[in-house]
């Protein structure tokens, strides 16, 4: 799907490592055939499958509201910069279909392809993942003078990539969001770290963790998980996130997560769940598991372990990086140093 013609079937939009036997048992049993979008979320896990269903109407809603507040006319062209499975891509497909803007889809999702198009194609908005933004800035590239937006989400910036963005023209916008309330929360330009303005449509509350009271949240929320199905349906029109924040007026900051969730490639990944899969395949080896700042992949876990293990094994759990200590340092309550790690 490249571009929305008509609203008057539902969208499913599979993401390509869901199987096709599931996919279709799920068409069958539970989506609705009418006004309604169904995609894979980004948090779904090796272990779970999450699926979101929202309405045309909410999807809409959302995008003229984006497209109102951030003055996006019919005039204006969007680049599909973000795969259209996801909900990154999705909004984009919306915005425009909203007032009738044009939307474009370059020849591939690398930087190198989505700058030519920008220019080849006189293209005024866009979204990109912070991946994206980290090639950008390496390949010191540059967008040409008809790009009025370029919207960043998915995932926090590192703190080198913000700060040179700084540098550039201000047409940077980070953005803190969630699939489950149709993309956008706050956005603001790139000025302070990991702070963002609350868009007026939204309501956020920063107790223990950050809450998002929104017209725009999903209808209902599918978890798969050992083949069963579990429907979840919001309350109160309200979802809570596990990240943690501080809000000063309509000023949001975020300080990070609450579990030990990380984002990796676009995928969350539950870090005490991994542990538990790696004691299984290894029950008699010392190891800490531990996740670092990634430019290319957002957070990625790091085994610390005082043996090697090969490449390959670790590959197999998603790790791409490991480093040897010659010893664990513990407290005399007997938790590990971390700060000597």
């Not at 799907?1 to 499913?12: C, T």
């Not at 992949?297 to 043996?307: C, M, W």
């Amino acid at each position: 799907m490249e571009k929305i013609e008509a609203l008057e079937k539902s969208i499913f939009c599979k993401r390509p490592d869901v199987s096709t036997e599931l996919w279709n048992r799920l068409c069958r049993d539970y989506f609705k055939e009418n006004g309604f979008l169904y995609f894979c979320s980004s948090g779904s896990t090796s272990s779970s499958l999450k699926v979101f269903e929202i309405s045309f109407k909410k999807m809409l809603g959302h995008a003229k509201e984006v497209n109102d507040f951030f003055v996006i006319t019919n005039k204006d062209k969007w680049l599909l910069s973000l795969p259209s499975f996801y909900m990154g891509g999705l909004s984009i497909l919306f915005r425009a279909y909203q007032n009738g803007a044009s939307v474009f889809s370059p020849h591939d999702l690398s930087i190198n392809s989505i700058v030519k198009s920008c220019e080849e194609l006189n293209i005024t908005h866009l979204s990109l993942v912070p991946r994206q933004i980290h090639d950008f800035l390496q390949l010191n590239l540059s967008f040409p003078k008809t790009v009025k937006m370029v919207f960043i989400g998915g995932d926090s910036l590192t703190i080198d990539n913000f700060n040179a963005l700084k540098d550039q023209p201000p047409i940077f916008f980070a953005t803190y969001g969630a699939s489950e309330v149709c993309s956008q929360v706050a956005t603001s330009l790139i000025k302070e770290f990991n702070t963002f303005k609350v868009l007026p449509w939204n309501k956020v509350i920063t107790n223990d963790t950050i809450e998002i009271n929104s017209p725009f949240i999903y209808d209902r929320l599918f978890v798969i998980k050992d083949n069963e199905v579990e429907q979840q349906i919001p309350s109160h029109s309200i979802f809570k996130t596990t990240d943690r924040g501080v809000k000063s007026g309509d000023l949001l900051r975020v300080l990070g997560r609450s579990d030990r969730q990380i984002k990796c490639s676009g995928l969350f990944i539950d870090l005490d769940l991994l542990e538990i899969e790696l004691k299984k395949f290894f029950p008699n080896f010392d190891f800490y598991l531990c996740s670092i700042q990634s430019p290319q992949r957002g957070r990625e876990p790091v085994l610390i372990t005082k043996s090697p293990i090969q490449d390959s094994v670790l590959l197999e759990f998603k790790i791409y990086k490991s480093r040897v200590v010659d010893k664990f340092l513990y407290t005399e309550s007997g938790k590990l140093k971390k700060t000597y790690l």
